[in-house]
């Protein structure tokens, strides 16, 4: 597949064009119009290295190296692209990702929550607040869309929701902690055009992760939930947290063994809660020695 990128709001780059190639899963681009050497070698450095990086799943024919970035080539990648152009060659950054709490009800009373301070102060925004927000994201230059909670699909406005936001301007996920993940919801959050979904899973262990999400059960709908997703061709990621106790390379390890059908994606993620600030100078330098934390994606 083939498609040209164009940057009309970016006035100092209007007349580059970019021909991004993606034959089957090897990406390539060739630049047209005007441009500068720097330019040049920016734009010859990025698609060298996402060609390199490779593709971990494929989505509607183009490469998603990772759940965060948009699928290459695509329409919401040109929008990224032009953002990234934007913060290297003109210095003016952009927003590219927003996280929104949609809900401050869960079925869970996990140690670490953070959306338990919020429900004693936070008024939630409604269905048409949400629709609103959303298109004010994208006009900032945001091309990746993520809901979270509490648990977002208690939300039984979740699909109105996500199919008000093209998928040519954002890719839109989830985080969940699966126990409404049935066969049937997943169906319908793909006809709504949800990208992807995050699972949280705190432990391979499924005593453990039940206890830490204080609900029995919880490991078991984890398992459903990423099965109903994958059935249902959405893109899954597992979700989980660095402590001191549960060391980066058990839960690395643990995870590997956790879902064996997939792809494996390195990202540098860390996800930092409340009860472990106090100890993160102790984490950083592990993490920094490990290299990268990993983060698994697995595709349909
Ligand atoms: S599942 Fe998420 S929102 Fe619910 S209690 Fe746990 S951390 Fe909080």
Not at 125 to 146: A, D, M, R
Not at 179 to 199: D, M
Not at 211 to 239: D, H, M, P, T
Request: charged share 20%; proline share 4%; with cysteine.
């Amino acid at each position: 597949m083939e498609l040209e990128y164009r940057f009309p709001e970016l006035p100092e780059w209007k007349d580059l064009r970019i021909i991004v190639n993606n034959d089957n899963g090897r990406l390539s681009a060739l630049i047209r119009g005007k441009y500068s050497l720097r330019a040049y070698l920016l734009i010859k450095t990025y698609f060298i290295f996402y060609d390199k990086i490779g593709s971990l799943a494929t989505y509607q024919g183009a490469n998603v190296p990772s759940l965060y970035l948009t699928p290459m080539p695509s329409k919401a990648h040109n929008r990224m692209f032009s953002a990234f152009l934007s913060l290297i060659l003109l210095k003016r950054p952009l927003p590219m990702a927003a996280t929104i709490g949609i809900t401050t009800q869960c079925q869970c009373t996990c140690l670490h929550c953070s959306a338990k301070d919020c429900s004693k102060k936070q008024s939630i925004l409604s269905t048409e607040e949400l629709k609103e927000v959303s298109p004010q994201c994208i006009e900032l230059g945001i091309t990746n869309i993520t809901f979270t909670g509490g648990e977002p699909l208690l939300r039984l406005d979740l699909e109105e929701i996500i199919s008000s936001i093209s998928p040519d301007q954002a890719i839109v996920l989830i985080f969940t902690n699966a126990l409404e993940l049935t066969a049937q919801r997943t169906k319908l959050l793909k006809k709504a055009e949800l990208f992807g979904v995050h699972i949280s899973l705190d432990s391979a262990d499924p005593s453990e992760h039940d206890y830490l999400r204080g609900v029995n059960g919880s490991f078991n709908s984890v398992q459903k939930g990423v099965q109903n997703a994958l059935e249902a061709g959405l893109l899954v990621g597992i979700s989980t947290y660095v402590t001191i106790e549960k060391r980066l390379t058990i839960v690395f390890y643990q995870l590997l063994t956790f879902v064996s059908n997939g792809v494996f994606m390195k990202f540098p993620f860390l996800m930092v809660f409340k009860l472990e600030i106090g100890k993160m100078n102790k984490v950083l330098p592990l993490i920094k020695r490990q290299g990268r934390y990993y983060y698994r994606t697995v595709k349909k």
